[in-house]
């Protein structure tokens, strides 16, 4: 499943192709993709111009002008790609490697930019992904939005935030990390590296990392700085799914050697001097990837 870095990456490989472009024409090549499309979507797309791309959690935010936004979500297999007149084109240095199967291509935007037609083409196999539509000013408190947490990418998410959060909670760190009421888009590869690099257990209680006075404890301050920069060395990478092989089935395979504990089960653990080994548990049915030597 995409992560937060690929829709983010996804965003910034788009934008330079979508921005400032009007959709001459929106084809939708059945009636739904998980939901159905919202009532005469194609024609509220059409002849609008995109004014900006942005990203809340894990979707992708579509602003077309007269205050629209095109809510699209990637749900397990969603890729974009984008197609000139003569060739497939990379949206910059991210695209995400696409199920070549154009039987999965359930979405097109035919574009007029600047540097002449193009298709941005939306191609889902398993048919996770969505989109919606919704005015600008309901975004805040659309049913979406409205209980996400702070973004990891952005100023909101500092220790007393998070303090403020796991105060008195007994939760396990791996299911407070993963809630997207606390921190939103955060899942499951990046809470089990942010934990691996704070050399915390998913098993301790959230609660543990604040002091009885509401304050940050020193651990905290080091895991708030560790998910900060899993999230933000992945997007600097790329995503970790982009630079991936497609597997037979046309899904997206994830670059495993970029994760230091996840999917590295038997394997040693990384930290310097610890000797440790990779272990996996599941916690609340999701696979958990941590040393018991050095996470504590
Ligand atoms: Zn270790």
């Known amino acids: ?19 400032g472009s009007r959709i001459r024409r929106a084809e939708l090549r059945r009636p739904d993709l998980r939901f159905p499309f919202p009532p005469a979507f194609a024609e509220k797309l059409e002849g609008r111009r995109v004014t900006s791309l942005g990203r809340r959690a ?76 919704a005015k600008r000013e309901d975004i805040a408190a659309h049913a979406f939005f409205r209980d996400l947490g702070a973004e990891p ?34 899942g499951n590869i990046y809470v089990c590296e942010a934990l691996w690099r ?22 905290l301050l080091a895991l708030t700085e560790a998910i900060r920069q899993v999230i933000a060395d992945a997007i600097e990478a790329g995503g970790s799914t982009l630079r991936d092989h497609i597997r037979a089935d046309g899904s997206l395979g994830y670059f495993q050697h970029s994760f230091s504990a996840y999917d590295r089960a038997g394997e040693p653990c990384r930290t310097p001097g610890c000797g440790g080994t990779i272990g996996r548990i599941v916690q609340s049915g999701r696979s958990t990837f941590y040393c018991a030597d050095c996470q504590k």
């Open 1 to 19: 499943m995409p992560e937060l870095p690929e829709v983010e990456t996804v965003k910034r490989g788009l934008a330079p192709v979508m921005e």
């Open 153 to 186: 990418t952005g100023n909101t998410l500092d220790a007393d935030y998070i303090a403020a959060k796991f105060r008195g909670r007994q939760t396990p760190l791996k299911a407070a990390l993963l809630d997207q009421k606390n921190i939103a888009g955060l």
């Open 198 to 219: 704070s050399h915390l257990s998913p098993e301790r209680h959230a609660g543990t990392l604040v002091t009885a006075a509401g304050k940050p404890k020193t651990e």
């Open 58 to 133: 894990k979707y992708l935010l579509i602003d077309l002008e007269g205050g629209d936004v095109v809510i699209a979500h990637l749900g397990m297999s969603g890729s974009f790609r984008v197609e000139g007149a003569d060739a497939v084109e990379a949206p910059g240095d991210f695209h995400m490697p696409r199920s070549k199967d154009t039987r999965h291509d359930h979405v097109v935007f035919h574009l007029e930019t600047p540097e002449g037609e193009r298709r941005v083409v939306y191609n889902d196999p398993r048919r996770f992904g969505f989109m919606d539509l």
